[in-house]
Structure formats: C-alpha cells, structure tokens
C-alpha cells in the first residue's frame, strides 16, 4: 500500500465511507467533494474492497482529469474513452483511442480488478459483445498443430495488419516457419513453429528484436470492434456481479445523456435527408432509462460536489475540514513524486556504449533483418 494511501485511511471521515462501502449498503450518496477527494475515494475503495469500479462522469476532459489523478493514487486505472462515430466517407479516427478502447474492453472481458473511468457517452454506446469476443480469442500452446494459413486469416479477421516485419501494435508478419504478432508498441509475440507444430512462444523486444521471456501458450485478442457490425451490448454488460458503479455528478450526467440523444435525432434527419447512410451505433444509443434498469444490479456510489439530492438515504456529507485534509495530503505526496522524477543522477557510460548507440536507421533496419 502506498504511502498516500496509508495517510488518507487515517482519516475518520475516509473511515466512515468505507465501512458503508464494505457492508455494500446501496446507494450511497457522497456530498461535497472536491475532484482529488473523489480519485482518493475511489482509489481506496478498490484497494480494500478489490472489487471492479465503472467510474462514470459528465464528458471526456472530466474522464481524463479523474484518470490522472486516480494514476497518482493507485496503479490499476484504465480510462476507455468514446468512439467517434463517422458520419462522412473519410475515417480519420486515432488509432491510439481505438486500441484504448479494445483495451479497455478486453480487461472488462479478463475480470481485471481495476477502476475503469468513462463518460456517459462512452456508456451509452453500443460494444463488442461479450460472446463475440469469446469466440474470436486465437489461442496457441506450444506442441499443438496448426494451419499456418488459418491463423494468419483469423489475425486478419481479428483486425491485424499483415506487414514484412511488425512495426508496431496491430501489425504481424510471417517470414518462414516464424510469426511475429505485436501485441504492443514495443512488445511482440515469436512463434516458431517445426511443420505444423508450435516448437517455440517467446516475448521479444520490437526494437532490438531480441527474445525477453519464453511462455508455454497465448492468447491473441481481436485488436478491433470492427469483427461485430451491429453491437447489442455495453461496458455494463462486461461488468462481474460484485462490481461497483461510481456516478460522478449524476445530474450532470442525465443531462449530458439527453443533450447527446438529442443531437443524435438531428444528425440522423440530416443525414437522411442528406440520403446518406445512416452509421448502426448513432441509431443504437442506450438512454439513461435502460442504463438505471442495468446499474440496479450493482452497487451504487454517488459523487457530488454540492449538496444537490434532496431526502437521499444513505447519504455522507464531508466536512470541509475532510476535504481540505485529503487535498494537503494528495497534494504533498504529489510534490514528493516530483522532487524524486526531477532528481535524476547521471551515470556514467563508458566510450564503447556511447559510440555503440550512434547507429542510423538504415543500421537499425539492417541489424533487424539479419537477426531474425
């Protein structure tokens, strides 16, 4: 446990609503609280409970600020951010926020024991269904045989690039008896096979392509949503029976849901009268109505800033001596990690490693030819 984490359970009030939180009383509504109270009320609560948060909030730049406060909190943090849904022929979306969505999703899928941060819209928006993504996880075991072939059109059906050596996330090559997948930027999977049977599975290190860890099996997630054309499902639907829902700002979020259905009915009649396709997941948005049906299942916690809910059960007020004690600790653990990321000793390196890193890229390039 974290230091800030220790500092923080010390206090009566962070007491007092994790108790509540542990006897899985429900809802339960937190009244005055800052944006840092509420990431170390979270960040807590997952680390004594170890249970799963959906950490629902009002839009996207308050989904980003939870996640890099709740980061300084506790290691366990995946933020899915929403799909941009296309209406036009051009498809320029990141492909860093699509794989953080798959991401997201596959760790929802894995049972991970994190705080999965979201806006509504996020929520909203229909995802791969959990029965597609079972059957479309390509699994490989050392001494098995397989058609080499077949593997490399389910990697093309899971939504992998095939390239002549991988370059990044999303990508695969085959080059003889040896399929490389990259399941990051950095880190990608060697199978080595002898006929038909998988001889070898190693990790290995896409930049200098060298083996890190030799492994017995794998399994290889679709990389896109793209293999489910009409989605019937959302995180919801992901989430384990113990989980917890945390609603940051709940009024804020039902307004937030209307105004963005709303839009959707204006789009949509532009489109149509513009005679142009109308995209699945614009028509196929959940409202607030099926999404309270959903959470009714769950542990409910609210967040609040003001004192907005009237005649709540269950409902914790924090004094603002409590809420200026968590911002003085949260804030002194923050400047300590940054004195410690500021003061960094230089080390010496001796004359033959530095003239070892001035290589080209054309070096480079030939240097990963030639080892695989």
């Not at 080390?347 to 890229?361: D, H, Q, Y």
């Amino acid at each position: 446990m974290s230091d800030i984490t220790e500092e923080l359970l010390n206090l009566t009030a962070i007491d007092k609503i994790l108790e509540e939180i542990k006897e899985k009383i429900n809802p339960i509504t937190l009244l005055g609280l800052s944006d840092v109270s509420k990431a170390c009320i979270i960040g807590l609560t997952i680390q004594k409970e170890k249970r799963p948060i959906l950490l629902v909030t009002y839009n996207e730049l308050q989904a980003q600020n939870l996640n890099r406060n709740l980061k300084k909190i506790i290691n366990n943090v995946t933020y899915i951010p929403k799909k941009d849904i296309i209406t036009y022929e051009y498809d320029a979306q990141s492909m860093d926020i699509l794989y953080s969505r798959i991401e997201g999703i596959i760790r929802l899928y894995n049972e991970e024991q994190d705080v999965f941060i979201v806006s509504i819209e996020t929520l909203m928006q229909q995802i791969l269904s959990k029965k597609i993504m079972k059957n479309n996880i390509l699994k490989i075991m050392v001494a098995n045989e397989y058609n080499i072939e077949e593997i490399k059109e389910k990697l093309i059906n899971l939504g992998y690039e095939r390239y002549d050596l991988v370059e990044g996330k999303g990508t695969f090559s085959v080059r003889g008896d040896i399929l490389d997948i990259a399941v990051s930027n950095k880190k990608g999977i060697r199978i080595e096979f002898f006929g038909d049977e998988v001889d070898q599975i190693r990790y290995f290190d896409i930049q200098s392509q060298r083996s890190t860890e030799n492994i017995n099996q794998i399994k290889i997630f679709p990389i896109s949503e793209e293999i489910e054309k009409e989605p019937k499902e959302t995180l919801i639907d992901y989430l384990p029976k113990n989980s917890i829902i945390a609603f940051d700002e709940i009024n804020k979020i039902e307004l937030r849901s209307e105004n963005i259905l709303n839009d959707n009915v204006l789009l949509i009649k532009d489109l149509v009268e513009k005679k142009k396709n109308v995209p699945y997941m614009l028509e196929h948005m959940q409202n607030m109505e099926c999404i309270e049906k959903e959470v009714s299942k769950f542990q409910v916690i609210n967040l609040e800033f003001q004192d907005i809910i009237a005649n709540k059960e269950n409902t914790i007020t924090l004094e603002h001596g409590d809420i200026e004690d968590i911002g003085k600790i949260f804030a002194k653990k923050n400047e300590e990690e940054k004195d410690k990321k500021a003061y960094k000793p230089k080390t010496r390196r001796s004359l033959e490693f530095r003239e070892a890193e001035k290589i080209t890229f054309s070096d480079l390039r030939i240097r990963r030819l030639c080892s695989s």
